[in-house]
């Protein structure tokens, strides 16, 4: 009997062992699905780069990415994930564009994290893991609180990129005075900013108070009218703030049109969304200060030089996303005991990544984002 107890127990001692090393062995597939041809292959090979990255930086040799091509193309994109699911994939990171999510829902025991910025009518397991309008909105409703910013009115093109920002303002519950939808066509642009901040009757305003002036007997006139002659308009303006939500030569036709109506950064603030440090900002000082959410500007440098150093060429912005993207899907498994199912991106977590922090939660993923204000030729970090 004793002999039968003891073989029993070298029996389970071996089967438990055996299955420890099966488990230490089996690995974490993750599958990456990114054009590596056509007119995006340069993007989807710089995101390519900066995953081995970040798995060289995790060092676990458990981690396998698998890597697809998509070609941006919705169908391709179909075919490619359905190919890692039966590769035993269940967590894919991307794809990249909103436009090849539309089939992925057929895959309903697959989450996939896109780098898309777009949160509006996804797929339920499809993931926005983009720098969104939500994100950055409850960023820029903190400096309006701290800066006691009462007056905003808010510019929004008339754009696809619309929804989106409506549906942030309405769920960050951000305090506005106006929100003005504008035309991107910028002979239109010009005239509907020139009414949104009342320049007529402010140069009106302007030329009926010189003439008061000149036909009045009042005390050292000739001085007040060479120092009215040196203005564009005269009157106040019923806003302190503009949020601009707009990008590159856009968002200068913009703020060129405020400048023009005598709205000027000196006068109010500006304020618009991520601009990725865009250094074309800081040569136009006649917008300085213009201030922006964004992800954390020392790591970004270090993660471009790092980059830099290896693969001799600058990455793409995306592939800095998707470099903190591993770090999470590898966190988030670690803290769920390395099981991989549909329940780690629905419990309430945060992941200090490279960005910044990532707040997961109900299969969201929202970004608690640094400030910074361009001015004086230098991106300066306000919170």
């Given amino acids: 009997m004793k002999t039968i107890i003891k073989l029993l127990l070298i029996f389970f001692l071996v089967l438990f062992s055996f299955n420890q090393k099966v488990l230490a062995e089996e690995k974490i597939k993750i599958g990456l699905i990114v054009p590596l041809s056509g007119e995006y292959k340069e993007i989807g090979d710089s ?8 798995v060289n930086k ?25 190919e890692l699911r039966l590769n035993g994939v269940k967590v894919i990171i991307g794809p990249l564009f909103n436009e090849n999510l539309i089939y992925l829902d057929e895959l309903k025991d697959v989450t996939f994290l896109s780098l898309t910025n777009k949160i509006t009518n996804n797929p339920k397991n499809v993931i926005s893991a983009g720098i969104n309008a939500l994100s950055q909105v409850n960023t820029i409703k903190k400096f309006q609180k701290i800066n006691n910013i009462e007056k905003t009115i808010f510019l929004i093109p008339d754009s696809d990129f619309k929804l989106e920002i409506e549906k942030a303002i309405s769920q960050s519950k951000i305090k506005l005075k106006e929100i003005f939808i504008y035309n991107t066509d910028p002979t239109v642009l010009t005239s509907q900013i020139e009414d949104l901040t009342r320049y007529s009757q402010r140069k009106q305003n302007l030329e009926d108070e010189i003439k008061r002036l000149e036909n009045s007997n009042e005390f050292n006139k000739d001085k007040k009218i060479v120092s009215l002659k040196k203005r564009d308009t005269l009157g106040g303006i019923n806003f302190d703030s503009v949020i601009i939500a707009d990008f590159d030569q856009s968002l200068k036709s913009v703020a060129t049109s405020l400048l023009y109506t005598d709205v000027s950064s000196k006068r109010i603030y500006y304020i618009c969304l991520n601009q990725w440090f865009d250094k074309t900002l800081l040569k136009d000082d006649s917008l300085h200060p213009i201030y922006f959410p964004s992800i954390n500007k020392n790591n970004y440098d270090d993660f471009v030089d790092e980059y830099f150093n290896i693969y001799k060429r600058y990455p793409n912005q995306l592939s800095f996303l998707s470099y903190d993207l591993v770090g999470l899907v590898y966190y988030l498994i670690f803290k769920n005991n390395f099981n991989i199912d549909d329940k780690i ?38 919170f």
């Fill in 345 to 382: 991106f629905y419990k309430e977590n945060k992941f200090k990544g490279k960005i910044g922090i990532f707040e997961i939660k109900k299969n969201k993923i929202s970004h608690l984002l640094n400030f910074y204000s361009v001015e004086k030729g230098e991106f300066k970090k306000i």
């Fill in 58 to 82: 995790i060092d676990d040799v458990k981690i396998e990415i698998i890597p697809r091509d998509t070609k941006s193309n919705p169908e391709t994109t179909l075919n490619v994930a359905k």
């Fill in 47 to 54: 995101i390519i780069k900066s995953t081995r990255l970040a």
